[in-house]
């Protein structure tokens, strides 16, 4: 199984600050990665595919960069909106395997 | 309008089996590349996917629960099933379907609300 590490597991923002999620795949997973946004009580959502490219209906602030075993998730300007935990996903061979989460709270 | 929702018994006793459905609209589990995965997460822990099914057919289990799980479907009526035997503690979770367009190896897009399944005695 491809193992993926994220970091950090929390992280505590102000409010404007430009936070990043790192998650590193044990093998080259091609780009085929995704990271999802879980609010409290709520079903994990879709903010980023393949890497780099933004779901539909995500704000510009959210991006996402990277490759072969490297990959990272960057929210400018962070909004109270973003509090949430983020996973990371690799979609490059079975089984799908997540990252332990990030728990984003506003400091 | 894409939806899914997860309908389970809530609890079970351990050794018990847990059948849970998803029920979707908004597309067609015989649409060319449309695939349901179940993927489970405990409380306040990370998400693991158990099971995929595919527009013809196909199905991937993962590993780790292989023996103990069967995904199947129902695309008349716009569903699928995930059946676990041999339930114990370690398997109280929210349980989620979610759907992929692509095939068996995408992201997946559009997630249900997810339904609570507590396995006790």
């Known amino acids: 199984d491809i193992q993926m590490t994220q970091s950090p597991a929390s992280l505590s923002a102000s409010l404007g600050e430009t936070v990043t999620i790192e998650c590193r795949a044990s093998e080259d997973i091609y780009s085929n990665l995704a990271w999802y946004q879980q609010k409290p009580g709520n079903s994990p959502q879709l903010l980023i595919y393949?890497?780099?490219s933004l779901a539909d209906g995500v704000p510009s602030r959210f991006s996402g960069s990277g490759s072969g075993t490297q990959y990272s998730l960057k929210i400018n300007s962070l909004q109270s909106e973003d509090v949430a935990s983020y996973f990371c996903q690799q979609y490059n061979n079975y089984p799908y395997t997540f990252g332990a989460g990030t728990k984003l709270e506003l400091k | 309008q894409v939806t899914l929702k997860e309908s389970g018994p809530g609890i079970l006793q351990p050794s018990q089996t847990l059948s849970l459905t998803c029920s979707f609209s908004g597309f067609s589990l015989s649409t060319s590349g449309i695939c349901v995965s179940w993927i489970r997460q405990p409380s306040g822990k990370g998400l693991e996917w158990l099971a995929t099914?595919?527009?013809?057919?196909?199905?991937g289990y993962n590993p780790s629960l292989k023996n103990r799980l069967t995904i199947s479907k129902d695309t008349s009526n716009n569903q699928a099933f995930l059946k676990i035997t041999s339930v114990d503690t370690a398997d109280t979770a929210i349980y989620y379907c979610a759907r992929t367009t692509e095939g068996i190896l995408y992201y997946f897009d559009y997630w249900g609300q997810g339904v609570m399944v507590t396995v006790s005695s």
């Open positions: 393949d890497a780099n």
């Open positions: 099914i595919c527009w013809e057919d196909s199905k």
